[in-house]
């Protein structure tokens, strides 16, 4: 029995059943809904600067994308608003021609507005025959740090029916895609396949986007009618 009872304590006293501890299970974030809103702003003219009003102004923490589309070069091209934000360019300026027309386009953006906007301004250092600007806002866009990687770029020059970028864009869930096209006089651009109509005119120069829902490539188009010579830039950016 003696035998039995130091074992008993034995176990209580020197060598307990050993704790085990469960690390805190920290819950991951979900990743912010980027919403493009249906809030836009275009402005067509000549000159050194063309500016738009919104249909209606930003909020505060909105992003701002502008597509770009100028007859002369877009080097040294800035953009800003009513409260003196300073955009930035998506990669370099990507030119194309159409018949008889030299044409140069990029997107620019500004995330996380400090404050209500109600104009945006395109400015280039040498005069330009026809500049022109299409914006779109949106939510959820990351603060700093936006760009998803490189932008993509693409163009037609033997009458084509689709234009579209060369290389994929390499995208993570909830990315936001961003595209401009423009075409020739007298001829459509149409969306590419899941992409939704952002800001335009006449439909020779548009904007579209895509929120992605998983992470992975994907090539910005759009459609030619009739078929003409056309040229685009895309690009992503993170929620």
């Known amino acids: 029995m003696n035998w039995l009872l130091t074992l008993v304590f034995f176990f209580a006293h020197v060598a307990p059943f050993p704790q085990i501890y469960w690390p805190s299970l920290v819950p991951q974030q979900p990743l912010p809904n980027i919403i493009v809103t249906s809030k836009t702003c275009v402005a067509n003219g000549s000159g050194l600067s063309v500016s738009c009003t919104w249909s209606a102004n930003p ?34 300026p990507y030119n194309f021609t159409v018949p008889g027309v030299s044409w140069w386009i990029q997107i620019f953006y500004f995330t996380n507005l400090p404050t209500s906007i109600s104009t945006t301004t395109f400015s280039i250092p040498t005069s330009s025959a026809s500049a022109n600007m299409y914006c779109n806002s949106a939510t959820g866009v990351k603060a700093t740090g936006a760009l998803d990687g490189s932008i993509c770029t693409g163009k037609i020059t033997s009458a084509g029916s689709t234009v579209s970028c060369s290389s994929a864009l390499s995208t993570s869930a909830a990315d936001l895609i961003v595209a401009l096209g423009g075409t020739a006089g007298g ?45 685009m830039v895309g690009a992503a950016f993170k929620p």
């Open 59 to 92: 909020a505060a923490g909105e992003s701002i994308f502008c597509g770009l589309v100028n007859i002369n070069t877009l080097s040294g091209a800035a953009v800003t608003d009513s409260n003196n934000d300073s955009y930035s360019g998506a990669g370099s």
């Open 187 to 231: 001829v459509s651009l149409s969306l590419g396949s899941g992409f939704t109509l952002g800001a335009t005119t006449n439909n020779q120069q548009e904007t579209e986007y895509l929120v992605q829902s998983a992470s992975g490539s994907v090539t910005p188009s759009f459609g030619v009618s009739p078929s003409a010579d056309a040229g």
